[in-house]
């Protein structure tokens, strides 16, 4: 029996976001769609090749970071410069995620996440009372500060968040 050849999978995995500011419900700050992304080794495995076979240990996300570093590295476990509560390990994950998915045969296929940090929730941290350079995202499994929970991260262009504003953030994973 011949060996037969199989063709060369062109499929990619890539992740696009966008961050608005908002204040009294009108748009003052929009980074525009970023990307792509940067998914993480712990992103692979626990996200997706564990979740794909409902491995024990496998992950889903759940929650959403905002911070004032770059984007995490391969190898990442985190989001660089995480924005934290209290700066003392602290959260302000967004665990109020909204999922949609939409794709066809034959196309790109999107899961899309998004949701809000509302002003009223003091994402910014108990301790700061003055506006906050935000300048990257990142999506977790869990709202607690672990390490090697961070699926995917990005950056955008640096924006200035007050305390009295808003944030909405999309999160597009695309399969192709």
């Known amino acids: 029996m011949a060996n037969k050849k199989f063709p060369a999978s062109k499929s990619k995995i890539q992740g696009f976001s966008r961050v608005a500011i908002a204040q009294n419900g009108d748009i003052v700050g929009d980074s525009g769609w970023t990307g792509p992304n940067t998914i993480t080794q712990a992103g692979f495995q626990f996200f997706l090749a564990q979740l794909l076979v409902a491995t024990t240990g496998s992950s889903q996300v759940t929650a959403a970071a905002l911070g004032t570093g770059t984007a995490p590295a391969w190898d990442g476990t985190a ?10 390990g602290g959260t302000q994950r967004c665990t109020l995620i909204t999922r949609t998915f939409a794709g066809s045969a034959g196309s790109t296929t999107t899961a899309r996440l998004y949701g809000t940090f509302n002003s009223t929730q003091s994402f910014l941290g108990t301790a700061s009372s003055a506006a906050q350079t935000i300048k990257n995202i990142g999506l977790f499994a869990g709202s607690a500060v672990t390490a090697g929970t961070i699926f995917a991260g990005n950056t955008y262009a640096t924006s200035s968040v007050g305390t009295n504003q808003d944030v909405y953030w999309t999160y597009d994973i695309r399969f192709s």
Do not use: K, Q
Not at 81 to 88: K, L
């Open 79 to 88: 989001l660089p410069n995480e924005i934290t509560a209290d700066g003392a």
